[in-house]
């Protein structure tokens, strides 16, 4: 049975910056994609960062610059830092696994959508104010 335990995230003032883990169980994070999303109330879930099997990340243009998504193969958890938070980052963040060899690298990792991914964390409340 996969699980993915999320931790971090909080309230911080804008500027700052919060680190977001996801410890997988049952998974082995070195082999797919992974990606974190976030959502607000009243608007869809959208892709903030991608990993791919092989380390390459990509990110939405609103975080670039900002966030770093990571993994750690040996501890298989996933990681967000979030750097120079603003405002309009305040939303529910969600970490994302996807259990599939079709797209584990490069763009076909890095356009998953939402619906492509298999499993989810439970999500946390990120707030910048």
């Known amino acids: 049975q996969v699980q993915l335990v999320e931790s971090g995230g909080g309230s911080v003032q804008p500027g700052g910056s919060l680190r977001r883990s996801c410890a997988t169980s049952?998974?082995?994070?070195?082999?797919?994609?992974m990606g974190w999303f976030r959502q607000d109330s009243g608007k869809e879930r959208e892709g903030v960062a991608h990993?791919?099997?092989?380390?390459?990340?990509s990110y939405a243009d609103s975080v670039k610059g900002r966030f770093t998504i990571s993994k750690d193969d040996a501890k298989n958890t996933l990681y967000l830092q979030m750097d120079s938070l603003k405002l309009e980052d305040t939303a529910m963040y969600y970490c994302?696994?996807?259990?599939?060899?079709?797209?584990?690298?490069?763009?076909?990792?890095?356009?998953?959508?939402?619906?492509?991914?298999?499993?989810w964390g439970h999500g946390t409340q990120v707030t910048v104010s």
């Open positions: 994302a696994a996807y259990e599939g060899y079709a797209c584990v690298s490069g763009s076909c990792c890095f356009t998953q959508a939402p619906g492509d991914f298999d499993y």
């Open positions: 049952g998974y082995s994070v070195s082999d797919y994609c």
């Open positions: 990993i791919d099997t092989y380390g390459s990340t």
